[in-house]
T-cell receptor, first 117, second 110 residues
Protein backbone atom coordinates (compact mmCIF):
# COMPACT_ATOMS: atom_id res chain seq x y z
CA UNK A 1 0.00 0.00 0.00
CA UNK A 2 1.26 3.48 -0.85
CA UNK A 3 0.09 4.93 2.43
CA UNK A 4 -1.55 8.34 2.76
CA UNK A 5 -0.50 10.59 -0.10
CA UNK A 6 -0.36 14.36 0.18
CA UNK A 7 0.45 17.03 -2.36
CA UNK A 8 2.20 19.31 -2.71
CA UNK A 9 4.96 18.49 -0.23
CA UNK A 10 6.04 22.12 -0.07
CA UNK A 11 4.11 25.26 -0.93
CA UNK A 12 5.34 28.82 -0.82
CA UNK A 13 2.80 31.51 -1.58
CA UNK A 14 2.16 35.17 -0.96
CA UNK A 15 -0.32 36.58 1.47
CA UNK A 16 -3.78 36.82 -0.04
CA UNK A 17 -3.37 33.94 -2.43
CA UNK A 18 -5.55 30.83 -2.42
CA UNK A 19 -3.88 27.61 -1.31
CA UNK A 20 -5.21 24.10 -1.92
CA UNK A 21 -3.77 21.07 -0.19
CA UNK A 22 -4.64 17.58 -1.38
CA UNK A 23 -4.88 14.19 0.29
CA UNK A 24 -5.48 10.63 -0.87
CA UNK A 25 -6.24 8.31 2.07
CA UNK A 26 -5.25 4.68 2.33
CA UNK A 27 -7.50 2.57 0.12
CA UNK A 28 -10.39 1.15 2.14
CA UNK A 29 -10.08 3.62 5.00
CA UNK A 30 -13.30 5.47 5.75
CA UNK A 31 -12.18 8.19 8.16
CA UNK A 32 -9.97 11.08 7.14
CA UNK A 33 -8.39 13.71 9.36
CA UNK A 34 -6.64 17.03 8.71
CA UNK A 35 -4.13 18.19 11.34
CA UNK A 36 -1.91 21.23 11.55
CA UNK A 37 1.47 21.40 13.28
CA UNK A 38 3.00 24.64 14.49
CA UNK A 39 5.69 25.41 17.01
CA UNK A 40 3.30 27.36 19.19
CA UNK A 41 0.30 25.03 19.20
CA UNK A 42 1.82 21.64 18.40
CA UNK A 43 -0.31 19.12 16.51
CA UNK A 44 -4.00 19.94 16.45
CA UNK A 45 -7.00 18.55 14.59
CA UNK A 46 -8.66 20.85 12.09
CA UNK A 47 -11.47 18.66 10.74
CA UNK A 48 -12.35 15.04 10.19
CA UNK A 49 -14.62 13.13 7.84
CA UNK A 50 -16.37 9.80 8.25
CA UNK A 51 -17.62 8.12 5.07
CA UNK A 52 -16.94 11.39 3.20
CA UNK A 53 -19.14 13.42 5.56
CA UNK A 54 -17.60 16.18 7.72
CA UNK A 55 -18.20 15.25 11.35
CA UNK A 56 -16.28 17.76 13.42
CA UNK A 57 -14.85 20.99 12.03
CA UNK A 58 -14.52 22.77 15.37
CA UNK A 59 -10.76 22.96 14.92
CA UNK A 60 -10.95 24.94 11.70
CA UNK A 61 -9.48 28.30 12.69
CA UNK A 62 -11.79 30.57 10.73
CA UNK A 63 -13.90 30.97 7.63
CA UNK A 64 -10.83 31.29 5.45
CA UNK A 65 -10.37 27.53 5.86
CA UNK A 66 -12.58 24.99 4.13
CA UNK A 67 -12.31 21.26 3.50
CA UNK A 68 -14.09 18.89 1.17
CA UNK A 69 -14.17 15.17 0.54
CA UNK A 70 -15.99 14.59 -2.75
CA UNK A 71 -15.27 10.84 -2.71
CA UNK A 72 -13.64 8.16 -0.61
CA UNK A 73 -10.23 8.59 -2.20
CA UNK A 74 -9.72 12.35 -2.22
CA UNK A 75 -9.90 15.34 0.08
CA UNK A 76 -8.86 18.98 -0.14
CA UNK A 77 -8.09 21.65 2.41
CA UNK A 78 -8.36 25.16 1.04
CA UNK A 79 -7.21 28.44 2.54
CA UNK A 80 -8.54 31.60 0.94
CA UNK A 81 -7.10 34.16 1.41
CA UNK A 82 -3.90 32.87 2.99
CA UNK A 83 -2.08 34.80 5.73
CA UNK A 84 1.47 34.48 7.13
CA UNK A 85 0.10 32.99 10.37
CA UNK A 86 -1.19 30.02 8.34
CA UNK A 87 2.40 28.91 7.80
CA UNK A 88 2.63 25.40 9.25
CA UNK A 89 2.88 21.74 8.32
CA UNK A 90 -0.49 20.27 7.39
CA UNK A 91 -0.95 16.55 7.84
CA UNK A 92 -3.65 14.29 6.51
CA UNK A 93 -4.36 10.97 8.21
CA UNK A 94 -6.77 8.10 7.65
CA UNK A 95 -8.15 5.12 9.54
CA UNK A 96 -10.81 2.42 9.19
CA UNK A 97 -13.89 2.12 11.37
CA UNK A 98 -16.68 -0.43 11.38
CA UNK A 99 -19.58 1.28 13.08
CA UNK A 100 -18.30 2.64 16.38
CA UNK A 101 -15.29 0.31 16.51
CA UNK A 102 -11.89 1.26 15.19
CA UNK A 103 -10.46 -1.56 13.07
CA UNK A 104 -7.24 -0.01 11.73
CA UNK A 105 -5.06 2.59 13.38
CA UNK A 106 -4.57 6.11 12.13
CA UNK A 107 -1.78 6.57 9.60
CA UNK A 108 -0.32 9.93 8.64
CA UNK A 109 0.78 11.28 5.31
CA UNK A 110 4.15 13.02 4.84
CA UNK A 111 2.63 16.45 5.34
CA UNK A 112 2.60 19.67 3.32
CA UNK A 113 4.90 22.41 4.53
CA UNK A 114 3.15 25.71 3.81
CA UNK A 115 4.92 29.03 3.90
CA UNK A 116 2.90 32.20 3.41
CA UNK A 117 5.05 35.27 2.78
CA UNK B 1 -11.08 18.16 27.04
CA UNK B 2 -8.44 15.56 27.70
CA UNK B 3 -5.00 16.87 28.58
CA UNK B 4 -1.88 15.00 27.48
CA UNK B 5 1.44 15.78 29.09
CA UNK B 6 4.78 14.37 28.07
CA UNK B 7 8.05 14.37 29.94
CA UNK B 8 10.82 15.23 29.68
CA UNK B 9 10.39 17.95 27.02
CA UNK B 10 13.85 17.24 25.66
CA UNK B 11 16.55 14.67 26.20
CA UNK B 12 20.15 14.30 25.05
CA UNK B 13 21.70 10.84 25.06
CA UNK B 14 24.95 9.27 24.14
CA UNK B 15 24.66 6.49 21.59
CA UNK B 16 24.06 3.18 23.34
CA UNK B 17 22.24 4.65 26.33
CA UNK B 18 18.72 3.71 27.41
CA UNK B 19 15.85 6.11 28.04
CA UNK B 20 12.27 6.24 29.26
CA UNK B 21 9.72 8.73 27.99
CA UNK B 22 6.48 9.32 29.86
CA UNK B 23 2.98 10.30 28.77
CA UNK B 24 0.26 11.24 31.28
CA UNK B 25 -3.36 11.75 30.28
CA UNK B 26 -6.17 13.28 32.29
CA UNK B 27 -9.13 11.01 31.51
CA UNK B 28 -10.00 7.51 30.36
CA UNK B 29 -9.26 6.79 26.71
CA UNK B 30 -9.95 4.06 24.18
CA UNK B 31 -6.55 4.22 22.58
CA UNK B 32 -3.05 5.57 22.95
CA UNK B 33 -0.49 5.79 20.19
CA UNK B 34 3.21 6.61 20.16
CA UNK B 35 4.73 8.32 17.14
CA UNK B 36 8.24 9.23 16.11
CA UNK B 37 8.63 12.38 14.04
CA UNK B 38 11.92 12.05 12.24
CA UNK B 39 14.13 15.01 11.25
CA UNK B 40 12.37 15.11 7.86
CA UNK B 41 9.03 15.68 9.57
CA UNK B 42 7.45 12.31 8.88
CA UNK B 43 5.17 10.95 11.62
CA UNK B 44 5.83 7.25 12.02
CA UNK B 45 3.56 4.96 14.01
CA UNK B 46 5.46 3.17 16.75
CA UNK B 47 2.80 1.59 18.91
CA UNK B 48 -0.95 1.31 19.18
CA UNK B 49 -1.24 0.52 22.87
CA UNK B 50 -4.43 1.24 24.82
CA UNK B 51 -3.18 -1.04 27.62
CA UNK B 52 -0.48 -3.58 28.39
CA UNK B 53 3.02 -3.90 27.00
CA UNK B 54 4.33 -4.23 23.47
CA UNK B 55 7.82 -4.59 22.11
CA UNK B 56 9.30 -3.89 18.71
CA UNK B 57 13.03 -4.39 18.51
CA UNK B 58 14.81 -1.92 20.77
CA UNK B 59 11.59 -0.10 21.54
CA UNK B 60 8.89 -1.13 23.95
CA UNK B 61 5.85 0.58 25.41
CA UNK B 62 3.66 0.06 28.44
CA UNK B 63 0.30 1.67 29.09
CA UNK B 64 -1.34 1.50 32.52
CA UNK B 65 -4.82 2.68 31.62
CA UNK B 66 -6.14 2.63 35.19
CA UNK B 67 -3.41 5.06 36.25
CA UNK B 68 -3.57 7.08 33.03
CA UNK B 69 0.00 6.92 31.88
CA UNK B 70 2.17 5.32 29.26
CA UNK B 71 5.91 4.78 29.02
CA UNK B 72 8.10 4.41 25.95
CA UNK B 73 11.42 2.65 26.45
CA UNK B 74 14.30 3.05 24.05
CA UNK B 75 17.21 0.72 24.64
CA UNK B 76 20.69 0.93 23.12
CA UNK B 77 19.82 4.21 21.45
CA UNK B 78 21.16 5.02 17.99
CA UNK B 79 21.60 8.35 16.22
CA UNK B 80 18.69 7.40 13.96
CA UNK B 81 16.43 7.47 17.03
CA UNK B 82 16.77 11.25 17.12
CA UNK B 83 13.63 13.28 16.56
CA UNK B 84 10.47 14.09 18.45
CA UNK B 85 8.37 11.43 20.14
CA UNK B 86 4.68 12.12 20.50
CA UNK B 87 2.00 10.29 22.35
CA UNK B 88 -1.60 10.79 21.33
CA UNK B 89 -4.86 9.59 22.83
CA UNK B 90 -8.33 9.14 21.46
CA UNK B 91 -11.84 8.49 22.65
CA UNK B 92 -14.03 6.65 20.22
CA UNK B 93 -17.11 8.64 21.19
CA UNK B 94 -15.25 11.64 19.79
CA UNK B 95 -14.79 10.06 16.39
CA UNK B 96 -11.25 8.89 16.82
CA UNK B 97 -9.54 12.26 16.62
CA UNK B 98 -6.12 12.13 18.20
CA UNK B 99 -5.15 14.54 20.96
CA UNK B 100 -1.41 14.98 21.02
CA UNK B 101 1.03 15.77 23.76
CA UNK B 102 3.69 18.40 23.17
CA UNK B 103 6.34 15.80 22.46
CA UNK B 104 9.77 14.83 23.77
CA UNK B 105 12.65 15.95 21.59
CA UNK B 106 15.39 13.33 21.65
CA UNK B 107 18.90 13.89 20.42
CA UNK B 108 21.28 10.93 20.32
CA UNK B 109 24.93 11.88 19.98
CA UNK B 110 27.51 9.55 18.40
Amino acid sequence: DAGVIQSPRHEVTEMGQEVTLRCKPISGHNSLFWYRQTMMRGLELLIYFNNNVPIDDSGMPEDRFSAKMPNASFSTLKIQPSEPRDSAVYFCASSFWRGDVKIDTQYFGPGTRLTVL
Amino acid sequence: GIQVEQSPPDLILQEGANSTLRCNFSDSVNNLQWFHQNPWGQLINLFYIPSGTKQNGRLSATTVATERYSLLYISSSQTTDSGVYFCAVERWNQGGKLIFGQGTELSVKP
